[in-house]
């Protein structure tokens, strides 16, 4: 479950700035923090990595805003409040079943919607089409002008029926 957590935290942050880089950062962050088992302050986690203090709390305030990351706010002898980031198991857990159900509703509507309706697709750049969308464009790719073939879906729905399954497990 690690390994998943893991690969989560570095897509979601590699996807939202729009960086390789920062996705490695974050996993090493969150790595560190969970190999620590401590609660660790930004400019602690910074000093560890030998990384700016500025891009450490970029990541880990957006990592928070996932719920993927946890924090506990502190006040310091000279009354100033500090954060410290943590990674349990709990955390993991949470993280990896929250995603679990947004992935379960979206094949949901996936599931109802290829059941409910009739698609086309296109042989050549396999572009999907609605019943509607296809009488519309004459059964002709709009993209190609290849002539649109009927898509059974049943083999689909079977397949992402038995993963929904798998994900309502977890």
Known sequence: ???A??????KS?????????YGRLARKIVELLYERKEDLT??????LLNISTAETRRILQYLMKLNLIGVRK????????EYAWYVDDEIIRQAISSRARVVREKLSMLIRSLTEGA??????????YSLDEAVNWGGTCPICGTQLEYVENVEEINKLTKIFEKLEKL
């Open 1 to 3: 479950m690690k390994d």
């Open 5 to 10: 957590y893991l690969y989560v935290v570095e």
């Open 13 to 21: 942050v590699a996807w939202e700035f729009d960086s390789p880089e």
């Open 42 to 47: 930004d400019d602690r986690i910074a000093i």
């Open 74 to 81: 502190k006040t310091t002898e000279d009354y100033r409040i």
């Open 119 to 128: 698609y086309y697709i296109c042989p050549s750049c396999f572009i999907r």
